[in-house]
């Protein structure tokens, strides 16, 4: 028997929907397991410590796949750690790729976040006005320490040079059961690309006019997901729901559209865009009937960059720190 591949799993700053993506592959990762050595899996799965991962040999596993964006400290160094262990490392999921729902938190400073979250909201018990510290002693006795959070976040390929990127948030079980299927038979594409079908939501959505042998229509209002109910069948794009799926890849076979909720870009990219808010931006205003919707689009960084801001052109640039200091203190990202 073929010598099993060795796997190394780390969630960073993500919500665990990555890893269910994973389980929900059911009976098939059993199979897919019978050819695979989970050799770290942390914090959700193997009883194993930050310690027994950095013992290991350098390039001694063969696949990495890492979750999450880099906010803290301790992220940065397991992405630094996996990066010489693995001999293949994918930034998997939205989140590790551009960033995800949470480097909308780029858009405040980490002062903003912290008088919000320990200071400012109606159920925060905090009289003493304490906030995190990243060492504090405890009876004069017991220093304990948390990671460094840093000023803004960041996709894994700002810290570490990545092999592939996967996209989803989370991915759809049944691609991953693909991209196991390719890891397994080595059918990768070139190193430093997507791993995806190529096609954009809108490609394969039922929706989409072309597959009715139909024109796409100009969008000649603008619509909140809570305004109204779609038609039936018709494209959300076209009833004035601003749709972000022909500039995403269609991984989750677009599944969204199929219950009246827009696309917003989860699957990152499709090949050959570099800055998907850019393009996206582009794309829809070239759709608008008229200049004036453009004032109907409501917080268009919010839709436009939902997950991708920390990997755009724009980048950590949309942090604006209250004193310059708080810039000086952040790491440099990867060259």
């Not at 305004?227 to 959300?236: I, Q, S, W």
């Amino acid at each position: 028997m073929a010598e099993k591949l060795k796997l190394a799993y780390f969630l960073a700053g993500g919500c665990g929907g990555c890893d269910m993506a994973i389980v929900d592959l059911s009976e098939s990762l059993v199979d897919a397991l019978a050819h695979l050595e989970v050799v770290f899996w942390a914090p959700t799965l193997t009883d194993l410590k930050y310690k027994d991962l950095e013992a290991m040999p350098d390039k001694a596993v063969d696949i990495g796949l890492y979750s999450g964006m880099i906010r803290l400290g301790e992220q940065e160094h397991i992405a630094k750690v996996m990066r010489r262990k693995c001999k293949v490392l994918i930034a998997y999921g939205i989140c590790a790729a551009l960033g995800g729902i949470p480097g909308m938190g780029n858009m405040h400073t980490k002062d903003e976040l912290f008088r919000t979250v320990y200071f400012q909201t109606y159920s925060t018990d905090n009289p003493d006005g304490i906030a995190p510290q990243t060492k504090c002693v405890v009876d004069g006795k017991y220093e304990l320490t948390l990671p460094e959070f840093y000023g803004y976040v960041r996709p894994l390929h700002h810290v570490v040079d990545v092999d592939y990127f996967v996209g989803g948030c989370p991915p759809h079980h049944t691609f991953v059961g693909k991209i196991l299927e390719a890891i397994l038979t080595g059918d990768l594409p070139p190193a430093g690309s997507w791993i995806t079908g190529g096609k954009s939501a809108c490609d394969v959505c039922e929706r989409n006019p072309a597959a009715r042998g139909q024109e796409r229509e100009s969008i000649k209002t603008v619509k909140r997901t809570i305004d109204g109910t779609p038609e039936e069948g018709k494209c959300l794009l076209q009833q004035g729901y601003l749709c972000l799926g022909p500039l995403t890849q269609g991984d989750c076979g677009s599944l969204c559209p199929k219950v009246d909720i827009p696309c917003r870009g989860c699957g990152g990219p499709i090949p050959g865009v570099k800055d998907f808010g850019l393009r996206a931006i582009s794309a829809i205003a070239g759709l608008l009937e008229k200049e004036a919707l453009v004032d109907q689009i409501p917080s268009p960084v919010k839709l436009f960059y939902r997950y991708s801001l920390p990997g755009s052109l724009l980048g950590k640039k949309a942090v604006r720190s209250e004193n310059a200091e708080e810039d000086r203190n952040q790491p440099d990202d990867k060259a």
